[in-house]
């Protein structure tokens, strides 16, 4: 199993609407996660932290579920500009411990 | 602005020739990164800098090498050594070498193989 999945879509959605996907780990010790966005051909771009309380900002809300280990990212009122493909990071221990899902790419149409 | 600062932004690297990818930050951050990114897989690292003049090996650390001789700068060698160099490379860097992911990434460099 690798230590950080994720479903690579696309996954495709009509503007406003809203739109979650998982990612999972495999490392049970792991507290915290971040999620990245990477617009394409771009370096990726810290979005957000999740911790076990969750998070939330704006139209982003990032969840943690340490009983079934996996964490989510939920886009509300999707935008066009949100299309981008979003990684989620396994922060766990030395930076050499540092692993990035592969990202889950996501296509916002009119 | 602070940021970090990666050329080129387009490489060519011709067959046993190495080829130097330069990253530089003004952020005064303690550690930086490289990492290696290839179409449809996350990032791996290669190389990773807790402080000047000190350097680790990352999980693709084969045909690469890097120095740290000043806080600013840690620019990666791509060696004849590593036979399929093709990739986006990127550069990060964190204000502590915690564990926690780098906050700053450059733009990337894209090296190709002629």
């Known amino acids: 199993r690798k230590e950080v999945e994720q479903d690579p879509g696309p996954f495709n959605v009509p503007e406003g609407a809203t739109v979650a996907f998982n990612c999972t780990y495999s490392n049970s010790a792991s507290q915290s996660f971040f999620w990245y966005r990477q617009d394409c051909r771009k370096e990726p771009k810290l979005l957000m932290s999740?911790?076990?309380s969750g998070n939330e900002d704006g139209r982003f809300t990032a969840q943690l579920n340490r009983a079934s280990q996996y964490i989510s990212l939920l886009i509300r009122d999707s935008k066009l500009s949100d299309s981008a493909t979003y990684l989620c990071?396994?922060?766990?221990?030395?930076?050499?411990?540092?692993?990035f899902g592969t990202g889950t790419r996501l296509q916002v149409t009119l | 602005d602070g940021g970090i600062t990666q050329s080129p932004k387009y490489l060519f690297r011709k067959e046993g020739q190495n080829v130097t990818l330069s990253c530089e930050q003004n952020l005064n951050h303690d550690a930086m990164y490289w990492y290696r990114q290839d179409p449809g897989q996350g990032l791996r690292l290669i190389y990773y800098s807790q402080i000047v003049n000190d350097f680790q090996k990352g999980d693709i650390a084969e045909g690469y090498s890097v120095s740290r001789e000043k806080k600013e700068s840690f620019p990666l060698t791509v060696t004849s050594a590593q036979k399929n160099p093709t990739a986006f490379y990127l550069c990060?860097?964190?204000?502590?070498?915690?564990?926690?992911?780098?906050?700053?990434f450059g733009d990337g460099t894209r090296l190709s193989i002629l």
């Open positions: 990060a860097s964190s204000m502590t070498p915690d564990p926690t992911p780098p906050q700053h």
């Open positions: 990071v396994d922060p766990t221990g030395t930076a050499s411990k540092l692993t």
């Open positions: 999740v911790y076990s």
